[in-house]
């Protein structure tokens, strides 16, 4: 029905438009009126009556080309289609050569099940002016809605043909052919319309990508580009096999063909930046870093350079961070351990810094050296030196000093400086040209230091106006907080003081005299709301000071005591698994646990991230 209505509301608005335009179709007061009843019945589905007073109006009015076209129109809704084709014939009778009229009556002709008659009919259509690429185009068109997508394909061809260009109907046949499921014979299609319009690669590849999600479907279109470039080399054939590669994940082969284009235009690397840069957003980065790294090597313009090695930079620290096994949150190794790991990528920010003093890229090479530090090192007064150099380096990137004092602001929460969290958050927050994520995190980072302290009544009303605006990032963390402090402050005050000052410990690295506390309010308030909260915080804090069996039983505590009552049992499950996984490294034990989840909590959110780690641990193929 909304489809339908659409359809005719379009139709009433063309008539309307039609009506106005032309004074040899004005009409009578009453006809007017009784136009417009028609063309409300119509909008309402009530196409009998709209068709009865149509055909009145026609009547009295057989030239108007406004009531013929509505009565066809409902005619057609109705399936009379022996009426409509009577009135078309007696319209040709007067216009014989009416390339529409006679499209028309061919569509009317097969929906009536007379298919000889209706392909005679769009034949005679052709015929009306062959050497009109128009002609073909109408037809073509009826055939198209009709859904007989091979015929509407063999006219476009017989118009090339017929008007001597074989570039002609290049868009609308990729389109029939790729909803045929040819997907070869589309991409030929935008290939010749590639050649024709070279600069039009992005557009060639919007169409593409509407059907590249199948691997049949980018495999078909690879076969056509690959045999275009044997027959000639060409930037923007590269340019399209290479963007082929990408989609299907195979960066080394996109890599091939980005050092080729690269060779060929004579860009000294930038094209390698270019291809490093979707890579990186892409995650693959040791393919990523490989290119970086070639770029550099090569004359490369000197204002990409110091974008080309920042770049490098970030992909070892993200390589790093891939065989970190502190990548997965909570599960406890020694820092020390994971030092190694980053050498290098501390390396190669700290020349960025020499080479490029005082420059955007230096400021950002301090702020990585610092998210290193806190992150990984736990090294808090490095983190703080590192961040300090970023300001000093570059005072006009307001966003990225926007960044920092969040970080330093976590910091300081770190060290348990609760005061200078909050200048830094603080100036964050009432910044008038941060952005509203950076705002958003300043005042929910406000808020958790209002609930460390016990100021709930602050804290919620800070958190309101974060959790307004569901589509904030932060929205979900806000309302979260804000449900679990409502809840808590009134049914157990006391459990979620103690509660507030555990965690406030936990953030500080003091994981034994956290988990303490919290100990004693599972102990001390068993009926309080929090209590699985207070499990899923101990088993965390137990995983970052490497007790994993402890954290193990503590996960399985929560999903065996509360099995009845808490709404955090998926979240349970999951942090199980991955404990298994990353922790203790069991992925036997890993894949059971996420499975219990899929089976247990099947509409969980965290079932699409349980079934991904199935896969990953079972090895199967994406």
């Not at 004005?26 to 136009?35: A, L």
């Not at 002709?109 to 009919?121: D, T, V």
């Not at 808590?488 to 000052?501: D, F, H, I, S, V």
């Not at 009552?565 to 203790?584: C, H, N, P, T, V």
Request: charged share 25%; net charge neutral; hydrophobic share 45%.
């Amino acid at each position: 029905m909304p489809v339908r209505r659409l359809i005719c509301a379009g139709a009433i608005f063309g008539g309307v438009l039609l009506v106005s335009s032309f004074p040899a179709l004005s009409q009578t007061p009453d006809k007017e009126t009784k136009f417009r009843l028609a063309q409300a019945l119509e909008q309402g589905g009530d196409y009998e009556r709209a068709a009865a007073l149509y055909q009145e109006l026609l009547k009295g009015e057989p030239a108007n080309a406004v009531y013929f076209d509505a009565l066809q129109r409902t005619w057609i809704q109705l399936k009379r289609y022996d009426d409509v084709i009577l009135i078309v014939n007696a319209r040709l009778k007067e216009t014989p050569s009416d390339l529409n009229l006679r499209s028309l009556l061919g569509s009317v002709l097969y929906r009536a099940g007379r298919e000889k008659e209706a392909s005679a009919e769009w034949n005679t259509a052709i015929a009306v002016d062959p050497r009109n690429q128009g002609t073909y185009r109408v037809v073509a068109s009826a055939l198209t809605e009709n859904r007989l997508l091979d015929r509407a394909a063999d006219v476009y061809r017989r118009g090339r043909a017929a008007v001597g260009d074989s570039n002609l109907f290049t868009l609308e046949l990729s389109q029939l052919y790729a909803a045929s499921m040819d997907y070869g014979g589309a991409t030929r299609e935008l290939l010749r319309w590639l050649g024709q319009n070279p600069t039009q690669l992005a557009f060639v590849q919007s169409r593409i990508a509407s059907w590249t999600g199948r691997e049949e479907a980018r495999s078909a279109a690879m076969a056509v580009v690959r045999v275009a470039l044997t027959e000639h080399e060409d930037l923007s054939l590269l340019e399209l096999w290479g963007w082929l590669a990408m989609e299907g994940k195979n960066y080394d082969q996109a890599l091939d063909v980005y050092r080729r284009i690269d060779d060929l235009s004579h860009a000294n690397g930038s094209s390698l930046m270019q291809f490093a840069d979707r890579a990186f957003r892409d995650k693959a980065f040791p393919v990523a870093a490989r290119a970086y790294q070639e770029a550099i090597a090569l004359p490369i313009p000197t204002q990409r350079r110091a974008s080309a090695e920042y770049g490098y930079a970030c992909a070892l620290k993200e390589m790093s961070a891939l065989a970190d096994t502190l990548s997965a949150p909570g599960i406890g190794i020694p820092a020390t351990e994971s030092q190694p790991l980053y050498t290098g990528a501390i390396a190669r920010f700290r020349n960025i810094i020499d080479s490029y003093p005082r420059t955007e890229y230096a400021a950002r090479s301090y702020y990585q050296i610092g998210l290193i530090q806190f992150e990984k090192y736990i090294d808090l007064d490095g983190a703080l030196a590192s961040f300090g150099h970023v300001l000093e380096a570059v005072q006009g990137v307001s966003i990225l000093r926007f960044d920092v004092g969040l970080m330093m602001g976590k910091v300081f929460v770190a060290k348990g400086d609760t005061s200078r969290a909050l200048v830094r958050f603080t100036m964050v927050a009432a910044a008038p040209d941060a952005l509203p994520d950076q705002s958003d995190e300043a005042n929910f980072r406000i808020a958790e230091i209002e609930y460390f302290g016990g100021r709930f009544d602050d804290a919620m009303q800070r958190l309101d106006g974060i959790a307004v605006n569901l589509k904030a990032d932060y929205a979900n963390d806000a309302l979260r907080l804000q449900a679990f402090l409502v809840e808590n402050l009134r049914t157990a005050p006391e459990a979620l003081r103690m509660m507030g000052r555990g965690e406030f410990l936990g953030r500080q690295g003091k994981n034994t005299e956290a988990t303490a506390i919290l100990q004693e309010v599972v102990r001390n308030h068993p009926q309080a709301p929090l209590v699985d909260d207070a499990l899923l915080v101990i088993a965390s804090l137990q995983s970052g000071a490497g007790l994993l069996q402890d954290a193990v039983g503590t996960y399985e505590r929560l999903l065996t005591e509360l099995r009845d009552g808490s709404i955090a049992l998926d979240r349970a499950q999951f942090k199980l698994g991955e404990l298994y996984q990353y922790g203790l490294r069991s992925p036997a034990k890993a894949i059971a646990a996420y499975e219990k989840l899929l089976a247990d909590y099947p509409t969980s959110v965290l079932a699409g991230q349980a079934r991904l780690r199935i896969r990953r641990l079972r090895g199967d193929s994406f």
